[in-house]
């Protein structure tokens, strides 16, 4: 069967923006499978974003729209496993063949192959026959491309053959929305204030905003508790204890320029202006210190600059926040804004 779980559907994956573009194009391609320029679709983002139940909107969509067609949803891992069975079993080509005959084939969490040059092998071929053949192939990653490790060459290029679409974390109405979409549909009534609490305090991760937003309604619903702001305090602060929160790029460059009073577009501008400079590498260098991303993702994302401007924004702000009073107050101010 397909294994796409009817619950993951457009209509309960609630649009902002930074969602918008993956959201889009995902629609997109559930109305043309394999007829569109975004082929293959990637989605990437970081955990609890909504990329496997976009994934499964995409499926659950054309079976509805398309009965005719044979989707097929699997995890990278769960891939990389039956291919290793089969070739125990020595049905390799019954493998493949199976696979090459799906008119729409979803793959979650791509970056499991990272590593496993076999099953990228067979996938890299899975893939060209199906692509040959007008047939849609939609994968997540918790990376985008560039930022891929230990995936060959040949493959990586075949993923970026179509669109590759960030999914971000929900800005502050997303996240009031998403939770007073889940209210709705569970039937139950919360004030606005406890929503806003937490969708104020839960920032990085959907999976925790819902975590949240459940445990108060088993509390009110079970043990008949009355929901407070005190006991949505203490749900939050379990919530938000449990997990190293990530900021994002974007974010952190939100903060830098408001603080430097500039907009973004004049931090990522080639200007060589020194307090405009400064707020750059300022930057670069939080975004090397809290996110996951590659120097090379960083610099990208800042005004298009290469790894090594980046990594030489790194050693000036180290240098700089042990000569320079000012400059250390800057450091001080921001890493306190952005882990608030
Ligand atoms: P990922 O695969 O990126 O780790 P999931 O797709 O598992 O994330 O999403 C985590 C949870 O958050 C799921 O329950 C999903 O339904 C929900 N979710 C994520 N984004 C949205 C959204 N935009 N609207 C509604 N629910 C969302
Ligand atoms: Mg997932």
New binding site residues.
């Given amino acids: 069967e397909s294994q796409l779980n009817p619950n ?1 559907t457009f209509e ?5 923006d930074s ?1 918008r573009l993956a ?1 889009n194009a995902a629609i997109a391609v559930a109305n043309k499978p394999g007829g569109t320029s975004f082929n293959p679709l990637l989605i990437f ?11 499964h909107a995409i499926g659950v969509d054309i079976k509805d729209k398309y009965p005719e067609k044979t989707v097929l949803y699997i995890s990278a891992e769960k891939f990389t496993q039956q291919y290793i069975d089969s070739v125990k079993k020595n049905n390799r080509n019954d493998f493949i063949h199976f696979y090459q005959i799906i008119d729409v084939l979803i793959i ?2 791509a970056q499991f192959f990272s590593g496993k040059s076999g099953t990228q092998d067979v996938f890299f071929h899975i893939f060209n026959h199906l692509h040959q053949n007008g047939k849609q192939v939609i994968l ?1 990653s918790d990376k985008a491309p560039v930022d891929m490790q230990d995936i060959e060459q040949r493959l990586l290029s075949r993923f970026k053959w179509g669109l590759s679409a960030e ?1 971000q974390s ?1 800005d502050f109405e ?1 996240r009031v929305s ?1 939770l007073e ?2 209210l709705y549909r569970d039937g139950v009534e919360m004030p606005d204030e406890i929503i806003e609490y937490v969708a104020k305090h839960i920032k990085t ?3 925790e ?2 975590g949240a937003i459940i445990s108060l309604i088993a509390q009110s619903s079970f043990n008949k508790k009355e929901i407070t702001l005190n006991l949505a305090k203490d749900i939050v602060e379990k919530f938000v204890k449990n997990t190293k929160r990530e900021v994002s790029i974007d974010y952190i460059q939100k903060v830098v320029s408001d603080y430097f009073q500039m907009d973004v577009s004049t931090l990522q501008s080639k200007t060589r202006k020194r307090h405009i400079v400064q707020a750059r590498q300022l930057a670069m260098f939080f975004a090397k210190k809290y996110t996951k991303a590659s120097l090379a993702s960083i610099g990208s994302q800042i005004g298009q600059r290469d790894h090594a401007t980046v990594l030489h924004a790194c050693k000036t702000v180290d240098n700089l926040s042990s000569t320079d009073k000012q400059f250390r107050k800057y450091v001080e101010d921001l890493a306190k804004k952005l882990t608030l």
Avoid: Q
């Fill in positions: 993951y309960n994956f609630l649009e902002g969602n959201r983002g970081g955990v609890g974003l909504g990329k496997t139940h976009l994934a979650d969490d997540t999914l929900p997303t998403i979409n889940k991760n959907v999976r905003l819902e």
